[in-house]
């Protein structure tokens, strides 16, 4: 792993200053952040409850790849191209389904559930079916959650999947199902809403109800705090180490793509609702609500939050250098039964509502990003240091320091063939 370049320019007091415009909306950036870092790192795909018999599958879309997460005859969950070995024809053109094998609707070639190939009409005997399996791509699953990597040569998962483990674990004994799925178009660059994401400067005035329960500081880099925060975090402290609950946080390790931390809710509120009051069935090893927020982070596509009655997990795909899609799913137990034990719309309330809040922010903020006179400003010591941190992260991924491809305002206009020229010459197209 390339250690993280320098984020410059900077001032006298090591003042942090934002990507230039061009990285939000060049398509030649757009080319390089998929060759380079989608295609690359590992992403967050889908949680295996979508999954749960043999036959099931669900598919999702990475650059130009159309890709299958199914589950075969053992249970195992697999991952296969969504592009058939012989012309190349989508074998499944549904978002979710079950088969009990993959046809081709083409020239019918037949693949079982681990892509073995297993008939080929009015094919010739030098032919062996043995030669043709659909493409394969690494899939991880920890405590539920699906993640997969592209690359050919995919990067170590041991330390995610060890820290991963030991935060899910207590919350994932008890098998949970998808309460409301959404999927967004959101008119703004994938790194527009990752810079928002990673810091809580606008939550007072923008997230009036994710502050209802939420503290807006206490992250990692943020020195603010309140006599009201440090009393819930002791607090909470204490009821994680009885609960023997890992607090964090594990902040990015190295330079590597999470992060895992809890984080108390404010006096009043045992989960992320309106109201404070529970809105379903405890998940997990746990006898009561009051147990904070676990809050994870992995770049470049999903965040989660786990509370002791559902979860929320959102997944980035982009689609373009200004388009990115979002996909905000809420889990809560298996055997809930909703009506009863649960209403959707409470389940989704806070996360709904603060996320289309996010969506919008950012949609504003891309189009000041595409501004001829844009020159990125001096960030928050305070309040966005995540933000200086993911642009470190993301230049890290590139190899390359913002001197070598940088310039903003006009002067980023003319950048645009030179980049292309340069990305070119290290990728060849997504990998």
């Known amino acids: 792993m390339n250690s993280p370049a320098a984020l410059k320019p900077t001032k006298a007091g090591g003042t942090a200053f934002g990507l230039p415009g061009i990285y939000y909306w060049s398509e030649p950036h757009f080319r390089e952040d998929m060759s380079r870092i989608f295609y690359r790192n590992w992403l967050f795909a889908a949680h295996e409850c979508e999954i749960p018999n043999p036959g099931d599958y669900v598919t999702v879309t990475i650059g130009r790849d ?21 012309r190349g024809s ?33 094919m010739q005997d030098d032919c062996d079916k043995r030669d043709y399996p659909l493409h394969s791509f690494r899939v991880e699953v920890v405590c539920g959650f699906i993640f997969i990597n592209l690359s050919s040569a995919p990067p ?22 998808v309460c409301v799925d959404i999927d967004y178009l959101v008119k703004a660059n994938w790194k527009t809403i990752f810079d928002n994401n990673r810091e809580c400067y606008h939550c007072a005035s923008g997230h009036k109800e994710f502050c209802l329960s939420n503290f807006d500081f206490g992250m990692p880099g943020d020195p603010r705090s309140s006599a009201e925060f440090l009393t819930a975090h002791a607090t909470a402290q204490q009821k994680w180490e009885h609960l023997r609950l890992s607090p964090g946080p594990v902040n990015f390790p190295n330079g590597e793509w999470f992060r895992c931390m809890r984080f108390p809710l404010k006096k009043g509120f045992v989960t992320e609702s309106l109201s404070g009051e529970p809105v379903a069935p405890i998940i997990g090893d746990f006898s009561e609500y009051d147990i904070g927020s676990l809050r994870i982070v992995g770049l470049p596509n999903m965040w989660f939050h786990l509370n002791a009655d ?113 990305i070119s010459s290290e990728t060849n197209g997504f990998e």
């Open 66 to 86: 159309s890709l299958i997460l199914a589950r075969d005859n053992a249970g195992v969950v697999r991952g296969h191209f969504n592009s058939c070995r012989h």
């Open 90 to 122: 989508i074998i499944c053109h549904q978002s979710k389904g079950h088969a009990q094998r993959f046809v081709c609707p083409y020239h019918q070639w037949v693949y079982g559930l681990d892509g073995r190939l297993e008939q080929f009409r009015l």
């Open 156 to 177: 170590s998962f041991d330390l995610a999947r060890e820290t991963f483990t030991r935060f899910f674990s207590p919350h994932c004994t008890t098998p949970v199902k």
């Open 310 to 422: 559902y979860f929320m997990t959102t997944r980035l795909t982009p689609i373009s250098a200004a388009e990115t899609r979002a996909r905000v799913v809420w889990y809560v137990r298996a055997d809930a039964v909703e009506g009863r034990d649960y209403d959707p719309l409470r389940v989704a309330d806070v996360w709904r509502i603060t996320s289309e809040q996010d969506w919008k922010l950012c949609e504003m903020n891309q189009q000041g990003l595409q501004s001829s006179r844009y020159v990125p400003g001096p960030l928050s010591r305070t309040a966005e240091q995540g933000v200086a941190d993911f642009a470190k992260w993301y230049l890290a991924q590139l190899g390359r320091t913002l001197e070598d491809a940088g310039g903003h305002g006009d002067d980023g206009m003319r950048l645009i063939d030179r980049v292309d020229s340069l």
